[in-house]
């Protein structure tokens, strides 16, 4: 990738869109409730008690913060499955650059929900 491109004011969102696109995607074809050993069941048979749920306390800024962290923590478990079984060398690097970033985002929520408690309305 050329140093113009990652150096745009537009490379973050657009890195982060694709990430979003391909957690989409990875999501679609595996089911979130389906661990390593299981074979993915049909719709009708779907085991809802072992998929992560969004949490809502009521303070949106808290619940933003707490379930954007789940999110990012999600896309860098994508990223790292991809770095241990992936063979594109575009979609490694995607992988690559997804961790670095959302590394950091986790971070700055981290930083946040600790500075700031829950409330409810």
Known sequence: MSRQIRHSRWYRPILSTCAVAIAAAVMATTPMWANAHDKPMP????????MDSISMTGDTDYDFAANMR??????ID???AELKKGKNLQML?????????????VAVLDQWLK???KTTN
């Open 70 to 75: 789940m999110h990012h923590k999600k896309a």
């Open 93 to 105: 690097q995607m992988a690559k650059d997804i961790i670095a970033a959302q590394e950091k985002e």
């Open 115 to 117: 500075a700031h408690k």
């Open 78 to 80: 994508m990223a790292q």
């Open 43 to 50: 719709a009708g048979q779907m085991d809802h008690s072992k």
